[in-house]
């Protein structure tokens, strides 16, 4: 109950259409509860006089009754709805802004899938809790307390009846509720799993058709829906039981009271109408019981999807800026000092180990290794998207923890290993890097990347319309995009994590001339290819964690078991100073 009630806060804007609804539900209540006094009198006084002119009043007054109760039912809703889905924009709005706050180490803690089904489906959940629950959480209460006050005021004896139902409903809606609480935690988690599959089998669709692996996603899909298909079986088989349950006690209810009614009315002790008014008391008691039953479901399921939006709300953000911190980066110079990380406390094995570099404003050092050899991990503590684990990462003088996070990340561009682009066009993808660029400082970042060359035959250029992901465009194509947009930031260093893979050697060779003519700005290039690297100032080899070696190409060529090995694999064909016979 306490995620229920903290959730509630967010409510704040709606509160006073949540007090009106309760209201116009109280009002309707009212006028309900009146109709079964006027049938009574209308049967008693109209009808066994044969009073026309009395059953006619009886019956326009009941008429406006049912009326009044018809109009604030309808503002009753349109409270509701205003109240319930703010509330669910509000959450989304809370849980979307906490997520853009997460480092990559919180990031790790959730499936993306998972967080997509806590900000839609489970907050879905919980507008379902006003849109179905509100209306019967006021109105039954009300409906219950009336009912029942005003049964024992027309008749104590008969009432006696409801004083022995209520216990047996208690029991019964106890039993479903803690056998279908822990149910609808486990639905919402086969919903994250459906989601997971789904996500995946459309986003490497192509993948899955270039390996004919269709049968093989329908397949893992089945399994996940079926799997949720049978679980929602059982959690609503048991959900259900209620209604039975209910009715079961309601039809008993009513045949004991028609029984001890009807002896009253034969021994003179109690009149028809009375009889039928009171029948109208117990349909609107237990239908009351019902209602409050259904919220108790309702809430039961509400309570699975606070906690899991809770969970994404309460997440410790690892990595914040600190009070005062640092706005400007000085230079782009970079310090490793006795650096080690993981990515877990309780990993036995430390990702990096004991790095000790030191890289100067505005030279150019190349990184390379095996795979898995952390090359990734290295620069990644840089920008301070992960914090080292032991040690200290220096950037401009300064230990990263001390700048603040927006100043820091301005100042370092990287284009990461993975190209993400996003729906829209190229210019507002491009933006990106610098928000407000014209075109001219667009175009002349284009030409720096070399991806002037495909822009310029799009008949649209920079307003070409990209698909979720850039996937109407070539891999080498997304990578250039990508150089471009961080080259806009205009960053004191720049992080190239394999961005060239997917582009050509002749257009590599452009960039990095282009490249080199910004003399003060820091780059670090992480390579496969030894070509992306040999020019650079100095070349870092990484073996599982570890500085192997830091040297020119020249110097690791002489001296480097690894490097020569490297070299004589990827080098074939190359002249004595390592370039490739073909332009690179």
């Not at 609503?236 to 009271?257: D, G």
Request: charged letters at 20%; hydrophobic letters at 45%; proline letters at 2%.
């Amino acid at each position: 109950m306490n995620d229920i009630k903290r959730l509630a806060g967010y409510i704040g804007p709606y509160k006073k259409d949540m007090m009106l609804g309760a209201l116009m539900v109280m009002i309707e209540t009212a006028f309900e509860l009146v109709i079964p006094i006027m049938i009574a009198d209308l049967i008693d006084v109209g009808v066994a006089n044969h009073d026309l002119a009395y059953i006619y009043s009886k019956g326009f007054q009941m008429g406006i009754c049912a009326l009044l109760a018809l109009v604030t039912g309808l503002l009753y809703a349109q409270f509701a709805a205003r109240a319930s889905y703010g509330w669910g924009a509000k959450i989304r709005e809370a849980e979307y802004a906490k997520v853009m706050q997460y480092s990559f180490s919180n990031l790790d803690h959730f499936d993306t899938s998972s967080l997509i089904t806590r900000m839609t489906t489970d907050v879905t959940v919980l507008q379902n809790l006003i849109n179905s629950g509100f209306r019967p959480v006021t109105r039954g209460p009300s409906l219950l307390i009336l009912g029942i006050g005003l049964s024992f005021w027309m008749n104590p004896k008969l009432a006696i009846v409801f004083l022995v139902c209520t216990p047996v409903l208690g029991i019964v809606l106890f039993l479903i509720v803690r056998k279908v609480a822990p149910m609808y935690t486990k639905l919402q988690t086969i919903v994250d799993r459906l989601n997971h599959v789904v996500q995946e089998g459309v986003t490497a669709i192509r993948a899955v058709k270039a390996f004919v692996r269709g049968e093989y996603e329908e397949e893992k899909f089945d399994a996940v829906n079926t799997d949720l298909s049978v679980s929602s079986e059982q959690t609503f088989h048991y959900a259900v039981l209620n209604l039975p349950a209910f009715q079961v006690v309601m039809y008993s209810a009513i045949v004991l009271i028609m029984w001890f009614g009807g002896n009253m009315i034969l021994s003179g002790s109690l009149k028809v109408g009375d009889l039928t008014g009171f029948l109208s008391y117990v349909m609107q008691v237990v239908n009351a019981l019902m209602m409050i039953a259904n919220v108790f479901l309702l809430l039961t399921r509400s309570l699975a999807s606070a906690h899991r939006i809770a969970e994404v709300l309460d997440e410790r953000i690892v990595l914040k800026s600190p009070e005062n911190g640092v706005q400007k980066v000085k230079d782009g110079s970079v310090d490793f000092e006795q650096v080690s990380f993981k990515y877990h406390k309780d990993a036995k094995a430390y990702a990096l180990s004991d790095v000790d570099l030191h890289i100067k404003a505005g030279q150019t050092i190349g990184v390379v290794g095996g795979t898995g050899a952390a090359k990734t991990t290295l620069v990644q503590l840089i920008p301070r998207l992960y914090d080292a684990t032991c040690g200290t990462v220096r950037v401009g003088g300064v230990d990263v923890k001390a700048y603040d996070l927006h100043a820091l990340r301005a100042a370092v561009g990287i284009i990461l290993q993975k190209n993400e682009l996003f729906s829209g066009t190229i210019r507002d993808n491009l933006k990106w890097g610098d928000p407000d660029a014209d075109d001219e400082k667009i175009w002349h970042a284009c030409r720096v990347a070399c991806a002037d060359e495909f822009l310029e035959r799009f008949p649209d250029g920079l307003d070409t319309m990209l698909v979720q992901g850039g996937n109407n465009l070539s891999g080498g194509q997304k990578q250039r995009l990508c150089i471009a947009r961080a080259l806009l930031a205009s960053a004191k260093i720049l992080i190239f994590d394999d961005s060239t893979s997917a582009v050509d050697t002749a257009t590599e060779k452009k960039i990095r001339k282009e490249l080199e003519k910004l003399g003060d700005v820091t780059k670090i290039i992480i390579a496969q290819r030894i070509s992306s690297v040999i020019h650079t100032d100095r070349i870092v080899i990484l073996d599982d964690g570890k500085i192997h070696n830091i040297g020119t190409h020249e110097q690791l060529l002489k001296e480097d078991a690894i490097y020569q090995e490297i070299y004589a694999s990827q080098m074939k064909g190359g002249n004595s100073d390592g370039i490739e016979n073909e332009e690179c």
